[in-house]
C-alpha cells in the first residue's frame, strides 16, 4: 500500500484529503507542522508528500522542502507543493527548491487531485 | 399795443398751423360748434312750437354752412318705435327721399341711436369704413344712396327728440376750408335774419324768446342800430368788458373808447364802415385789458338786414385767449429752435409728412448746396439727394417704420447740387403732431472722416499684405536658419563626441547623490563621484585600480554586447540599482546607481500582502469547494433539490476561487505576466452556461435576461477570460437593473471580428462618472448610494482581459436609462502573452 504524507495545517483541509485519498486506498498520514511531518517521516517511509508552504512553527514549507531535498535518503520522495499562495516568486522558489508539482488548493477538485496522486504513485 | 400787429401775428400762425395741419381739425370742430349752435337755436323754436315755415328756412342754411346737399329733420314717434322724416331740405338738382322711406324703423338703426342718445354727433366719412357694429346702418345710408353723413343730435325737452342728417356732405374735409369763423358768422347771420323777421331787434334786452336766444349764445354780442347807437349787449359781453348793460345801450362807439380802448374802437370804426357798405370783412383780433389780465378776443361784424334793408350790425366777441397763449407759446418755442438750430454745425431739417421743409437750416443749404426753396420747389428733394432708387427706398421704408420719439441713425450717401458725392450720417426722430409724422433730421458731413477710414483700411490692407509676406520671408528664414541649425546641431555633436574623449573628469558630476563610476573596458576604474565611496571601499580599490572580478566580468559583457544592464548591489543596508552604460567608441562604460531601497521594500510588502491576502481568502473557498464537491460526489444519495443547492454552493465557490485569482492576476498583468490561452470552443455554449449560471441572481431581482446569437463557427478564444468577462459585466447588468426590467447579451460576427453586447434597462452610469468606471475600485455614485455590493473591480478586469486578447471594450449608457458595454474577440488572430 502507497503511502501518503499530507503537511496541512488546516484541518478542514487536511481532513478532505485524508479522507479522499484514504476512499481511493491509500494509507494516509496528516502532519500540521513540520515538527509533526518529520516524526511522521521517520516512522514511515513515504511514497508521496503533499506540502503546504505557509505553516505555524519554526519551519515552514519552503523550509522543509529545502531539508527533505537535502536529506539523501529522502530526496527521492516526490513532493506535491498543495498551497493556496500562487505568484509567480512563489511558484519558482518552491520549484527551485526541487518540487515536483505546484497546485493551488483553491482552484483545484478534489478528483482532480485524485487523479494527480495516481499519476504520480503510477495507479 | 396795435390790433394790426396782432392781425398780421395771427395771420403767421394761422399760415403756419395750415401747413402743419392742426388748423384743418381745429376748424372742423369749429364749424360744428357752429353748426351745433344753429341746432340748439332749431331745438329752441321747435320747443317754443313756434313757425314751422322757419325750420325749412334753417335746414337749408344749415346744410349750405356744411357743404351737403340734403338736410333731413327726423323725429321719434311717440312709442319710440321709429323715426320719422318730417322736413327735408334739398340742394337743387338733388332728389327727394322716397316716400317709403320716410319712416325707419328704430331697429334698424340700433348702433345711430345709441350713439345718438349719448348726445354724439356722428360724422360718417365713408360707409365702408363703418364697423361691422353699424351694419344695419350702413344699409339704411346705401338703400338712400348716401355717401358721407352727418347726424346730430336734438334734445326737446332734455330728452332725444329726433336727429338732423346731412346727406353727401361734400366732403366733410371741405368743412375746413369753409373756415370755422365763416360758419360761424353764417350762423350768427341767420339767427340774425330770424330775430329781424320777428321784428323784435331794437327791443332788445333779456325779455321774449330773442332775448333768451341771444343769451343762449356763447359769444358776447353787442348790435348796432343803423344810427351807429348801441342797442343790445348780451351777459357774455358783460362778462368780457365789465360795467352793466345801462352803461352800454344807447352809445355809440365813440362814446365807448374807454371801455374799448381808442385803438380798438378805430379798428371797430373801420371794419362797421366796411359792412355799412356791403363789404364782408374777415374777424380781426383785439387785445382786452381787463381785470385778470390780458384777453385776447375775436370780433366778427355782421350786417343785420331786413329784406336786404340794413336794420344795423351785430358784432361778436369769442375770447381767444387760450389759444393765442397756446399760439404765442408755440411760435416762442419756433423761434427758440430756430435759434438752435442756427448755432448748430449740422445739417438740420424739420419737414412734414409729405416731405416738405419747415425748417432748412443754413447749414443744410451748405451740406446739399440747395436752399430751401429749391428743396421744396418742384420735384421731391429725396430725388435730388439720392438718385439711387435703392438708397431712397432704404430710407423711406426706414422712415415709414419708426414711430413717435423713435430715432434712426444711419450712413448713408447724398448727392449735393453740383453733383458732389458725400458720406452722411443722418439721425432722424419722429414727432408725432395730430396723428401725422413730422421728420427732425440731423445731417452730420461724414465724408472727410469716411476718406479718411478707408484711406486707413487701404493702408491696414497693405501693411497686413506686407506683414504677411515678411511672415513669409521669416518662414523661409526660419527654415534656413532650422537647417543651418541641423548642421550646427551634427558639428557641435561630432564636437561635443571629441571634447568628451578630452573632458576633464573633474567635470564629471561629482555633486551627484547617487553613485556615478566610469570604468574602462579592461576594468581600469577610471573615474567614481563623492558618492560612490561606499562601494569602492566594498571593492577595496580607488580610482586607477581594478574592479573586484564579479564587476569586470559585467563590464566586459556590457561593452561587449553594447547594451545597457541593471545590477543591483546590497550596500550598507541600501539597494542600489546601477545602470551600466556602454561608451564603445571611448572605450569605457559609465555606471549610474540609484537608491531603489524604498521600491524594493514596497514591492516586497506588496507581495506579503498578497500571500497573505491570498491565502486568507482561499483557504475558506478551498474548504467550501471541496466539501460541496464531497456533498455531490460522496455515496450518501441526495435529493434533486439538496444535490442542485450543493451544485450552486460548488458552483458558486469555484467562481470565487477563481475571482479571487483574477484579483491576484490584476497585480500580475501590471507586470506583464498574465496567462492568455486560447482553444477552439463554443462560445455560444459558454455564454449559455453564464446566463445559467446568473439565473438565480436575475430570479432574485426579478430581471429578465435574453441571449440572443448569430451563427458561429468554432473558433479560438480564451474560455476562462471570456467567461469571466461575460459574468462580470452580465452580472452587473442584472445587479444595476430594477425588477420588471431587462438585461440581455447579443453575440454577432462578422469576418474580423465577434462582438458581444451586454445590455440592461437599469439605473445607468452617471455622466459625470462614465470616464472613471473602468478605474480599479472606481463605483459610480448612484450605486453607491443604493448600497449595492460590489467591488468595483469587475470592470477593471473585464477591461485588462478584453485588452489582453487584443479586443476592445466600451459602453453607452444614460443615467435611469440603462447600459449597454461592448466587447470584441478578433478572429484569426491568437495572440500568445507571456
Request: charged share 30%; hydrophobic share 40%; with cysteine.
Amino acid at each position: 500500500m502507497k503511502t501518503i504524507l499530507i503537511v496541512e495545517d488546516d484541518k478542514l483541509l487536511g481532513r478532505a484529503i485524508s479522507q479522499t485519498l484514504e476512499n481511493e486506498g491509500y494509507k494516509v498520514f496528516w502532519s500540521r507542522n513540520a515538527k509533526e511531518a518529520f516524526e511522521a517521516l521517520k516512522a514511515q517511509e513515504m511514497s508521496l508528500i503533499y506540502l503546504d508552504l505557509m505553516l505555524p512553527g519554526d519551519k515552514d514549507g519552503y523550509e522543509i522542502l529545502r531539508d527533505l531535498k537535502q536529506d539523501e535518503q529522502r530526496k527521492s520522495i516526490p513532493v506535491v507543493i498543495l498551497s493556496n499562495l500562487g505568484q509567480m516568486s512563489e511558484i519558482d522558489r518552491a520549484m527551485d527548491l526541487g518540487a515536483s508539482d505546484y497546485v493551488v488548493k483553491a482552484n483545484i477538485e478534489l478528483e482532480k487531485l485524485v487523479e494527480l496522486t495516481k499519476s504520480k504513485l503510477g495507479g | 399795443m396795435s390790433q394790426g400787429n396782432v392781425g398780421t401775428n395771427r395771420g403767421e400762425v394761422v399760415a403756419t398751423k395750415q401747413q402743419t395741419g392742426v388748423a384743418t381739425t381745429e376748424k372742423m370742430a369749429s364749424a360744428w360748434m357752429a353748426a351745433k349752435k344753429q341746432v340748439d337755436l332749431l331745438q329752441l323754436l321747435l320747443t317754443q312750437g313756434d313757425s314751422e315755415y322757419l325750420v325749412k328756412d334753417l335746414l337749408s342754411s344749415l346744410s349750405g354752412m356744411v357743404g351737403a346737399v340734403r338736410a333731413r329733420l327726423y323725429l321719434i314717434s311717440e312709442d319710440q318705435r321709429f323715426v320719422e322724416c318730417v322736413e327735408e331740405w334739398c340742394a337743387g338738382d338733388a332728389q327727394s327721399l322716397k316716400e317709403e322711406w320716410r319712416t325707419v324703423s328704430v331697429e334698424e338703426l340700433p348702433w345711430l341711436m345709441k350713439k345718438l342718445w349719448a348726445s354724439e354727433v356722428l360724422a360718417v366719412a365713408d360707409l365702408a369704413a363703418l364697423g361691422p357694429e353699424a351694419g344695419k346702418e350702413a344699409e339704411v345710408f346705401k338703400r338712400q344712396m348716401l355717401s358721407q353723413v352727418v347726424v346730430v343730435p336734438l334734445q326737446m325737452e332734455r330728452r332725444l327728440g329726433g336727429f338732423l342728417q346731412f346727406d353727401n356732405v361734400g366732403s366733410l374735409g371741405s368743412l375746413a376750408q369753409v373756415g370755422s369763423d365763416k360758419v360761424f358768422f353764417l350762423a350768427v347771420d341767420k339767427l340774425g335774419e330770424k330775430l329781424i323777421q320777428k321784428k323784435s331787434v331794437v327791443k332788445g334786452g333779456e325779455s321774449g324768446v330773442y332775448g333768451s336766444v341771444v343769451e343762449s349764445i356763447d359769444e358776447g354780442i353787442m348790435a348796432f342800430t343803423s344810427g351807429g347807437k348801441l342797442t343790445l349787449v348780451n351777459q357774455k359781453f358783460l362778462g368780457m368788458f365789465g360795467r352793466s348793460r345801462g352803461d352800454y345801450e344807447g352809445k355809440s362807439l365813440e362814446e365807448l373808447k374807454e371801455v374799448f380802448g381808442q385803438d380798438t374802437v378805430n379798428l371797430m370804426n373801420r371794419n362797421l364802415g366796411m359792412v355799412r357798405m356791403g363789404t364782408s370783412v374777415v374777424p380781426f383780433e383785439i387785445i382786452q385789458n381787463v381785470e385778470g389780465g390780458k384777453r385776447f378776443l375775436e370780433v366778427g361784424i355782421v350786417p343785420l338786414l331786413d329784406e336786404e334793408r340794413p336794420l344795423g350790425e351785430l358784432v361778436l366777441f369769442r375770447d381767444v385767449t387760450e389759444r393765442r397763449e397756446v399760439e404765442e407759446a408755440v411760435v416762442q418755442s419756433e423761434k427758440r429752435l430756430k435759434t438752435v438750430l442756427g448755432a448748430v454745425k449740422e445739417g438740420i431739417t424739420f419737414s412734414d409728412e409729405k416731405g416738405k421743409f419747415l425748417i432748412f437750416n443754413p447749414e443744410m443749404e451748405e451740406l446739399t448746396g440747395y436752399s430751401m426753396a429749391e428743396a421744396n420747389g418742384g420735384g421731391e428733394f429725396i430725388d435730388l439727394i439720392h438718385p439711387e432708387a435703392e438708397d431712397k427706398q432704404r430710407i423711406l421704408g426706414a422712415l415709414s417704420k419708426m414711430h413717435e420719439g423713435e430715432r434712426h441713425v444711419g450712413e448713408t450717401t447724398i448727392k449735393t447740387k453740383d453733383g458732389k458725392v458725400k458720406h452722411v450720417l443722418v439721425s432722424t426722430t419722429v414727432i408725432m403732431r395730430d396723428g401725422k409724422q413730422r421728420f427732425l433730421s440731423a445731417y452730420h458731413d461724414i465724408t472727410e472722416r469716411k476718406r479718411a477710414k478707408d484711406e486707413l483700411v487701404a493702408r491696414n490692407k497693405q501693411l497686413e499684405e506686407m506683414t504677411s509676406k515678411l511672415h513669409t520671408t521669416a518662414e523661409e528664414l526660419k527654415e534656413a536658419r532650422d537647417h543651418l541649425e541641423d548642421k550646427v546641431e551634427e558639428k557641435t555633436k561630432q564636437l561635443s563626441e571629441k571634447m568628451l574623449e578630452a573632458e576633464d573628469l573633474a567635470k564629471f558630476s561629482s555633486e551627484d547623490p547617487f553613485p556615478v563610476i566610469r570604468i574602462a573596458h579592461d576594468g581600469t576604474i577610471l573615474y567614481a563621484n563623492h558618492a560612490s565611496g561606499a562601494l569602492l571601499r566594498e571593492w577595496k580599490c580607488k580610482v586607477g585600480n581594478k574592479v573586484p572580478e564579479g564587476w569586470l566580468k559585467e563590464v566586459v559583457e556590457v561593452f561587449t554586447s553594447n547594451n545597457r544592464k541593471i545590477v543591483e548591489v546590497e550596500l550598507l543596508g541600501q539597494t542600489i540599482s546601477f545602470v551600466i552604460v556602454p561608451v564603445k567608441k571611448n572605450g569605457y562604460v559609465n555606471l549610474y546607481g540609484r537608491d531603489v531601497t524604498h521600491e524594493k521594500e514596497v514591492e516586497q510588502m506588496k507581495n506579503q500582502f498578497i500571500s497573505m491576502v491570498s491565502h486568507q481568502l482561499r483557504t475558506p473557498l478551498t474548504s467550501v469547494r471541496w466539501y460541496s464537491g464531497m456533498l455531490l460526489q460522496g455515496k450518501e444519495p441526495l435529493t434533486e433539490k439538496q444535490k442542485e443547492n450543493a451544485s450552486i454552493i460548488h458552483e458558486t465557490s469555484v467562481r470565487l476561487a477563481e475571482l479571487v485569482t483574477d484579483l491576484l492576476s490584476i497585480s500580475r498583468m501590471e507586470s506583464g505576466r498574465v496567462q492568455f490561452a486560447p482553444v477552439e470552443g463554443d462560445l455560444v455554449g459558454l455564454i449559455e452556461g453564464v446566463v445559467k449560471e446568473l439565473a438565480p441572481l436575475a430570479q432574485q431581482g426579478q430581471v429578465e435576461v435574453e441571449f440572443m446569437h448569430d451563427q458561429l463557427a468554432p473558433f479560438e478564444f480564451d474560455p476562462k477570460l471570456l467567461k469571466e468577462v461575460t459574468l462580470n459585466l452580465l452580472s452587473n447588468a442584472i445587479k444595476y437593473t430594477p425588477p420588471q426590467g431587462k438585461a440581455w447579451v447579443k453575440v454577432k460576427a462578422d469576418t474580423k471580428k465577434v462582438v458581444v453586447e451586454v445590455g440592461d434597462t437599469g439605473m445607468g452610469i452617471p455622466e459625470a462618472a462614465q470616464k472613471d468606471v473602468f478605474k480599479r475600485f472606481y463605483r459610480a455614485q448612484n450605486v453607491v448610494d443604493r448600497e449595492i455590493e460590489g467591488t468595483g473591480l469587475g470592470l477593471a478586469v473585464a477591461r485588462m482581459m478584453v485588452e489582453k486578447w487584443g479586443g476592445k471594450i466600451w459602453f453607452e449608457s444614460a443615467e435611469r436609462k440603462g447600459s449597454k458595454f461592448y466587447f470584441t474577440i478578433p478572429l484569426g488572430v491568437v495572440e500568445q502573452v507571456e
